[in-house]
């Protein structure tokens, strides 16, 4: 079945970077596009970025557009989100996510604290 495993959440200073993994198995990872959403206390979940499968086309959110990079390693079955010049209001937990035959799949979420 489909799973997505997240890490690379964990306390971080405004101004500072992390980085994000997301670990896919389950499906032919290299087909389908992927995204990061996060969802901050009290916020509705929210899209971050998507990389599309076949040609690694980006898009992002206009708040993270600049300082977030999304990326894939098919070889390893892997999307990554490099988070740059990191803010307060970046605080979330962050999901890696999947839409597969037409069936939405999220990962159990990695919680990023930006905090002085």
């Known amino acids: 079945q489909v799973q997505l495993v997240e890490s690379g959440g964990g306390l971080v200073q405004p101004g500072g970077s992390l980085r994000l993994s997301c670990a896919a198995s389950g499906f032919t990872f290299s087909r389908y596009s992927m995204s990061w959403y996060r969802q901050a206390p009290g916020k509705e979940r929210e899209l971050v970025a998507t990389?599309?499968?076949?040609?690694?086309?980006?898009n992002y959110a206009d708040a993270v557009k600049g300082r977030f990079t999304i990326s894939r390693d098919n070889a390893k079955n892997t999307v990554y989100l490099q988070m740059n010049s990191l803010k307060p209001e970046d605080t979330a937990v962050y999901y890696c996510?999947?839409?597969?035959?037409?069936?939405?799949?999220w990962g159990r979420g990695t919680h990023v604290t930006v905090s002085s």
């Open positions: 996510y999947v839409r597969y035959y037409n069936n939405n799949y």
């Open positions: 990389i599309t499968s076949t040609y690694g086309i980006t």
